[in-house]
């Protein structure tokens, strides 16, 4: 389960750079999000796959009974889940605007635009 988790890390990680070195300015915001998926799946792997039990501790215990699935792996993938998402809606708002502002969102034609009149 390991090497084929391995595998799919690595064409996603294929895929999200391929798509980084356009380029379409969208293309490299679509394989920015494919990295950090990327990295967040490695993430959970770093926290093993285990057929554990929830990480709970019962009345009056002071560790949990059994092997248990690692917590920490999980919550650092939900934040991350969590400020990627917020990553891309600020850059979405960022190429709309320029896209709006210089009539391209190819990286070349960016640098030669003009600024367009806009009315706010």
Do not use: C, W
């Not at 969208?26 to 799946?41: M, P, Q, T």
Request: aromatic share 8%; net charge negative.
């Amino acid at each position: 389960m390991e090497l084929l988790l391995a595998i799919t890390i690595g064409i996603v990680v294929a895929t999200s750079i391929y798509l980084m070195l356009d380029r379409n300015v969208l293309r490299f915001l679509f394989g920015l999000v494919l990295l950090s998926n990327a990295v967040n799946l490695v993430i959970f792997a770093a926290g093993r796959l285990t057929a554990g039990a929830p990480p709970l501790i019962a009345d009056g215990a002071y560790a949990p009974d059994g092997p248990v699935a690692n917590a920490l792996p999980q919550a650092l993938v939900l934040t991350a889940i969590v400020i990627g998402f917020g990553l891309l809606a600020f850059t979405l708002a960022l190429v709309y605007r320029t896209y709006k502002t210089l009539g391209t969102v190819n990286s070349d034609e960016m640098r030669l635009a003009e600024p367009e009149e806009t009315h706010q």
